[in-house]
Every structure is written in C-alpha cells, then in structure tokens.
C-alpha cells in the first residue's frame, strides 16, 4: 500500500518535456488524450458465399472515403491554401492507387478475409516499404497511408462517431502521433494546441498547426503514456517543452507570459511605420520571406523593405507536367506589383529533398539522402530545360515592372554552378534585347550560401555573384552534421556553436570586401536571442515570415548596434556553445534592465 502511494504521488508531481518545437506560442489548459489509432484486426476469415458482399463492402467504403476528401479539399483549399490542399490530393492518390483496391480485394476472394483484416494487411504491407527509408522526410509519408486507412477503416466499420468532434470545451490534445486530417479540424473543435510523441518539422501534421497558429510540439516520445485526461497542461511551442502538471509558480510564470505576448502584439501595431534601425541610429533592412498562397489582409498592412525569399518551389507541385513559362510569369508579375519598386528575390526552384514534384524526373531514383543528393540547382543544371523556362518567366516579368527583380540560386556549392547559371541568365538577356525588351532595373544574380563549402570558398565566385544570402537552416545543420528534423539529434541542432557564428562571419567578411551585400533568411533571423550576434557582425539586411516581422522590427529598435559590435567579437572568441549562449543570454539580460 505504501508504495503505491507513492508512485501515486510522483504521477502527480510536475513533469516537464522536452520535444521538438512544431509552431510557436503557449497555450494552458486541460489535456484530453486521443485513444490509441491503432485499426489492428484480428485474422476475420469468411465463407466463400460472403466473397462478394465484403467486395461491395470495400468499394462503398473508398467511394464513401474519397467523397469526404473531396470535400476536405475543398475545405482546406479555402481555408489554408492550395499548398495545404494538395495534402489532401495526396491521400486521394493513395486511396485512387490500383494497387490498393486490386490486393484488398485479392485478398477477400482468394484468401476469404474480411475487408477489415484484407485491408490491415495491405496497408501494413504498404507502410513497410516506407520503413526501410532511412530519411525522416519519407518516414513521415507511411502517416499518410495509416491516414487513409483510418478513414476507410471508420467507414468499413459505419463507425460514425467523431472523437474530436465531442470536445466541447477549451483543451489541450495530447497524441501518440496526430494524423493531417485531425489537424485541419482542430481549431473548431475548441484544441488550443496539441503535442505528439513522434513527428518532426516537416510533417505535415506541424504544417498545419503553424498554418493554424496552433502551438504545437512534437516528438515527445513519452507524452501519451505520462499524460492523463484533464491534467493541466502547458504546451511551450516557443521551447518544445511539454509541462505535465505544473506547479503554481510554473503555471503562474506561464500566465505572465501569455498576458506579456498580448501586450507585445499590441504594441506591435503602433510600430509598423517606424524605420528599422537601432537605439544609436545603424539602420537594418528588414525584408520578408512572401508566399503569395498564404497572404492575408494584415500582411498586406505590414510596411517592409522588400521580398527576401520567394520560394518557387509551389509551382513545380500537384501538377503532371512543369509549370510554363505563362504560368510562372503571371506569378511573379502578380507578387512584384504587390511590392511596388521595392526587391524581389526570386529564388530558383529548390526542388529534390522533401519537395518533390508529382512530374517524373530520373534523379529522384534511387536517391537514398534526398537532403544532400539531387536538389536545387543540382537538378536544374541536370535538367536545364526547367531552368531555362523559369529565368525566362522572371526576366520577362522584370521588363514589366519597377521592381527590383533578383535571382537567387539555390543548394550552391561550386563556382562552376555559379558560372553555368550566370551563362543561361545572360542567354536570356540577350534573347529580350533580340526582341527589342530590356529590364526596366538591372536584374541581380545571388546565391544563397547554405553549405559549408560555399562559405569557404566564397572568395572565388562572389565575382560572379550580385549579392549573398545565408541560408541558415541547412547550413547550419550541414555545419554541425544533425539533422533538425529528426527528433533523436534535433537537440543538437545548434545555432550557438562556434562555428556557426564564424562561418557567417567569414561570409559576410568575404562579400563586403567585394561591395557585395549579405542577407540572412533562416530561422534565426527571427530569433531574438541571436539578433544582436548577427547585427553585430554586420548583416545587411534580415528575412523573416510576415507573422515574425513587427516582433523582429521591435527586437532591432531596442538594441544598441555597438553592444552588438562587442557581443559579436566577443562570440568570435570563444570555443565552445555554452560560452557563447552565456554571453547572448547576459547581453538580453543587460538589454532589458
């Protein structure tokens, strides 16, 4: 009897969680714990009689499954966007897969299973051809075959009873693994954020929720089994941490801070029209990484310096052919008027890694790391005819507007590329004179910095380049050889090691001796805690999301660009993360009192 006092009495105590960041915020509240997904059956045999009432069976069940995603796309199509749509199309391509029907129903008539246990099989089948892939990107797409077999499952079954659906009030959802289309629906059914054992950034399911503004943090790996319905919990998407029963200063703690992220967003709408610049008057451009899919109202509202990074990569996606020349050029002359005269950084399509487009190309074969094989300007230089047509649809549209359009080259990593692309641009070029059309500004060539041997060996091609970009979160990990989005090393993805701070330093050193610009466009652009390290060493300009862009400007204008000076060299000095992450966290310290 004692003991299991005790052990009741340290399930009540506080516990606190450390996971992977999903989407930003903190929500408190009471957990509600999504029963187990598992659709495991037992081996049901039936009589060779029922043969043909089981086929029925499974053909009113995919029928059934493929109308509710229609109608799920059609939701998400006006709700979140195209890019959160084709999620949806990606289910209807499994569940549409001949090979799904023709083994479930194999299954039924010459080994006289159930539908139930016909279609377990088969799916387990299926998603065993994803485990054996190492990468975590298509680890993560097994989820959406386990998606659709739910579905099919609770349609199998006539089980019409939703368990998200009857929460009927404020919670936080607590899951083993939370699949995409539980996710769209959260927002309705009163889920003010969700944790997760497995999953990573790329999942689809963190998406989602940062789409949502839901905070979320996944890869918990223990959340479900030490979380009971209706503790109190407080889920920090800022940290990654889940705390499980706090105590009343944790939970006190976290109120202030939710009441502090209110007041900061109040204050943020006063300062839209205000320069960015520091306390001592050094003057910083601060751009915005634009997605023209997602734009709302109150981005439209935000007074910037310009587009950093127009990812392209959307375009490439849930079509069976590359987009035209037309296409793409109705595009990015729509995104450079909504800029007016300000920069628009156009970068090439980075398509490989987890962008993968629905046309065939032979380099995704076979590529076992996705994420340092065939990608981004590897792949246009191997296919040439795309990189054409889209230096075209961008020149095109810079003879078109006042804008000032920008070329950015992706995944670079010799001066090679760089020259074999500065050639196609300037091919370009001198088809629109031919045609008696010139840009009405200059057209920069860029490249954004994100492996390590760029960085190094920048000195030989910025020659060839108009500008820089430093794309910290590939280089970063490249740097410190962690993958970010895996959850076993994500903790050792680290922005604070050494040879971050002088990697980036040696990049910017490099251009400015040549007059060339440097920006940044990575997650730590809208870090507050590194923003004086990279102001201190002189970054020209930052990127950021539009929902990160009046915090960052708010963070610049109270820093003194001199203390940066000091807090960079300082950094630069050191030899190891803790040191560094130290003299950041006195530095914010000293800036607030």
């Known amino acids: 009897m004692t003991n299991l006092t005790k052990n009741s009495d340290k399930e009540r105590s506080m516990l606190v969680l450390k996971g992977v960041a999903a989407s930003p915020g903190v929500a408190i509240g009471p957990a509600v714990l999504l029963p187990g997904e598992s659709f495991a059956v037992t081996r049901q045999y039936i009589e060779p009689s029922e043969v043909k009432a089981e086929l029925q069976k499974i053909r009113s069940a995919m029928q059934k499954t493929l109308d509710e995603l229609d109608a799920c796309e059609q939701k998400v199509l006006v709700t979140l966007g195209a890019e959160y749509a084709h999620l949806m199309s990606t289910h209807k391509l499994i569940l549409q897969d001949p090979s799904l029907k023709d083994s479930v129903s194999k299954k039924i008539r010459t080994e006289h299973l159930s539908a139930q246990a016909a279609l377990f099989l088969t799916l387990q089948e299926l998603a065993a051809s994803f485990d054996k892939i190492e990468d975590p990107f298509f680890k993560e797409r097994r989820n959406d075959i386990f998606d659709v077999g739910k579905r099919l499952v609770n349609n199998l079954e006539g089980d019409k009873r939703e368990f998200l659906a009857s929460i009927n009030k404020p919670s936080l959802l607590v899951a083993h693994n939370l699949y995409p289309s539980d996710t769209i629906n959260l927002q309705e059914n009163q889920v003010m954020g969700f944790c997760t054992d497995v999953g990573g950034k790329t999942s689809h399911t963190a998406l989602l929720a940062q789409s949502l503004n839901i905070p979320a943090v996944v890869g918990l790996s223990t959340a479900s089994k030490e979380v009971q319905d209706g503790d109190t919990l407080i889920i920090d998407g800022e940290n990654g941490l889940l705390v499980i029963r706090p105590d009343r200063y944790t939970l006190s703690n976290y109120r202030k801070i939710q009441r502090e992220i209110k007041k900061t967003d109040a204050l943020l709408k006063t300062i839209n029209h205000l320069p960015v610049v520091t306390e001592d008057g050094h003057s910083v451009k601060l751009l915005v990484n634009y997605d023209p899919r997602t734009d709302t109202k109150e981005n439209k509202r935000l007074i910037t310096d310009g587009l950093g990074l127009l990812r392209t ?190 990697t980036i330093n040696q990049i910017i050193q490099t251009a400015h001796k040549r007059g060339k610009r440097v920006s940044i466009c990575g997650e730590i652009a809208s870090d507050a805690k590194m923003l004086p390290l990279l102001l201190g060493l002189e970054v020209d300009a930052l990127s950021v999301t539009p929902r990160m862009y009046l915090r960052v400007k708010n963070n610049i204008r109270n820093l003194n660009f001199e203390n940066c000076s000091d807090v960079a060299q300082a950094a630069l000095l050191m030899g190891s993360s803790e040191e560094i992450r130290s003299l950041i966290e006195q530095n914010n310290k000293n800036e607030d009192s």
């Open 313 to 502: 990569e959307f375009l490439y996606m849930n079509t069976p052919v590359p987009p035209s020349e037309d296409d793409q050029y109705h595009m990015y002359l729509a995104v450079a008027k909504r800029f007016d005269m300000r920069p628009v950084t156009i970068r090439l399509a980075d398509l490989g890694a987890d962008k993968l487009p629905d046309f065939p190309l032979d380099e995704f074969d076979q590529d076992a790391n996705p994420f340092m094989g065939c990608r981004g300007i590897r792949l246009f230089l191997k296919n040439p005819d795309l990189m054409y047509t889209q230096l075209r649809a961008i020149v095109r549209t810079a003879c078109e507007v006042p804008a000032q359009v920008k070329i950015m080259i992706p995944m670079v990593s010799s001066v090679e590329e760089v020259r074999h692309v500065r050639a196609a641009f300037n091919k370009v070029l001198a088809e629109f004179e031919a045609e008696g059309k010139k840009p009405v500004n200059r057209i920069a060539l860029g490249a954004m910095i994100e492996v390590p041997a760029a960085a190094i060996a920048l000195d030989g091609m910025i020659s060839q380049l108009d500008f820089i970009s430093i794309g910290t979160n590939d280089l970063i990990q490249y740097l410190v050889a962690v993958d970010r989005v895996n959850q076993e090393v994500a903790h050792m993805y680290d922005p604070c090691h050494p040879a971050v701070g002088r």
